[in-house]
């Protein structure tokens, strides 16, 4: 049943980052991916409270970038968050998720291993909307006329 990190990964880059740059061609296939994994997250099938919040800062930088509002991301980012989120929605992967208490750990590992792909361009994406939020803060409550 133990299914290693390597085995894991191994399947990760053979079929959903395969995917992805697909995906990434067209904005639509982009949103309707970042969807169904915002659906996946929050409805609680998937119970990954741990990465919850790593898997919605995901999704958010990949809705920004596929609404065009954030173009500073390296291609390689691109392909292995969309690759990461392709794989957390697919419910048979190498261990499916409908196996109690092992089905969502080669999904922890395949988000975890992104994460530490992408800490950089995660940290410049965290700063980036820090940046949009202290800016929407100085906007007048009315606008005169």
Known sequence: M???TKTVLK??????LLRASGIL??????????STASKEINSG??????????????LS??????KGEYKELPWMTLVLTTGALIYFVNPLD???????A????DDATVIGFVLTSIREDMKKFAR????QSDNLEHLPAEIPY
């Open 128 to 131: 980036y909307n820090k940046t």
């Open 94 to 100: 190498a261990v499916p998720d409908m196996i109690p």
């Open 102 to 105: 092992f089905g969502l750990l």
């Open 45 to 58: 099938k998937k119970k990954m409270l741990s990465v919850k919040g790593d898997i919605n800062a995901l």
């Open 25 to 34: 061609k067209d904005s639509r296939n982009v949103n309707e991916l970042v």
């Open 2 to 4: 133990f299914t290693s």
């Open 11 to 16: 399947i990760f880059s053979q079929t959903a």
């Open 61 to 66: 930088m990949l809705k920004a970038w596929a």
